[in-house]
Nanobody, 125 residues
């Protein structure tokens, strides 16, 4: 079981930036890929983006494409979510999650097996 811990959340104004981190420990990383999700109050958990540990390939939801960037530091077993041009609608709890490599391309939360506890991001108008 992969253990995941997010950090870096906080409050920013519209147009601001934040970088979230997700520290990972557990089974072989080459067998998994990492995703970021978010959940706003009263809404379902929403896919944000994902990155492969082995190749660094990424894919994103249309709502964040061009504003959010996922990267990784394999030496630190950490992935990052760099967010720019933040909007009030980006306000949510952000989670990182891990999925087996065979599910690459997945966007449903049910396809991801391990989850962190989340970190709050609040964007004020």
């Amino acid at each position: 079981q992969v253990q995941l811990v997010e950090s870096g959340g906080g409050m920013v104004q519209t147009g601001g930036s934040l970088r979230l981190s997700c520290a990972s420990s557990g089974p072989t990383f080459s067998d998994t890929f990492m995703g970021w999700f978010r959940q706003a109050p009263g809404k379902e958990r929403e896919f944000v983006g994902a990155e492969s540990w082995s190749s660094g390939s990424t894919y994103y939801s249309d709502s964040v494409k061009g504003r959010f960037t996922i990267s990784r530091d394999s030496a630190k077993n950490t992935i990052y979510l760099q967010m720019i041009s933040l909007r009030p609608e980006d306000t949510a709890v952000y989670y990182c999650a891990a999925a087996p490599r065979r599910r690459w391309g997945a966007t449903r939360s049910s396809d991801f097996d391990s989850w962190g506890r989340g970190t709050q991001v609040t964007v004020s108008s």
